[in-house]
């Protein structure tokens, strides 16, 4: 099964975090820098899912699909000012190398 193109018509910004040394006072600071932007389906869980994903304590509230890229489970997702920490990369069933689906989380930076 292909990706219609028409479903990724939300933009949403990648990043990914870094450890910068602040020069001023040497300390070792943590920093997010966008990655890329790229167009994704967003797609909030259904109610039936959602408790689901409660059980399994994951705390899973979206679901975000994007083309393949080099994507770390460390990275974020930001989507209409909201943060969204990736809870794990899911490659397409059929092959594997041409969509991934992020389950995200919204809430507090875990970074």
């Given at each position: 099964?292909s990706?219609e193109?028409g479903r990724?018509?939300?933009?949403?910004?990648i990043e990914?975090?870094?450890?910068?040394?602040?020069?001023?006072?040497?300390?070792?600071?943590?920093?997010?820098a966008?990655?890329?932007?790229?167009?994704?389906?967003?797609?909030?869980l259904?109610?039936?899912?959602?408790?689901?994903?409660?059980?399994?304590?994951?705390?899973?509230?979206?679901?975000?699909?994007?083309?393949?890229?080099?994507i770390?489970?460390?990275?974020?997702?930001?989507?209409?000012?909201?943060?969204?920490?990736?809870?794990?990369?899911?490659?397409?069933?059929?092959?594997?190398?041409?969509?991934?689906?992020l389950?995200?989380g919204?809430?507090?930076?875990e970074g």
């Amino acid at each position: 099964m292909s990706l219609e193109a028409g479903r990724l018509r939300h933009r949403v910004s990648i990043e990914r975090i870094s450890h910068v040394q602040d020069a001023t006072t040497g300390a070792v600071v943590e920093t997010w820098a966008e990655i890329a932007k790229v167009w994704a389906a967003v797609e909030p869980l259904s109610a039936r899912e959602f408790v689901q994903s409660a059980a399994g304590q994951s705390e899973v509230t979206a679901r975000i699909t994007i083309r393949t890229r080099d994507i770390l489970a460390t990275d974020r997702i930001i989507y209409r000012g909201t943060v969204y920490n990736i809870r794990g990369v899911l490659a397409d069933k059929d092959s594997g190398l041409e969509y991934i689906t992020l389950p995200v989380g919204a809430g507090l930076n875990e970074g």
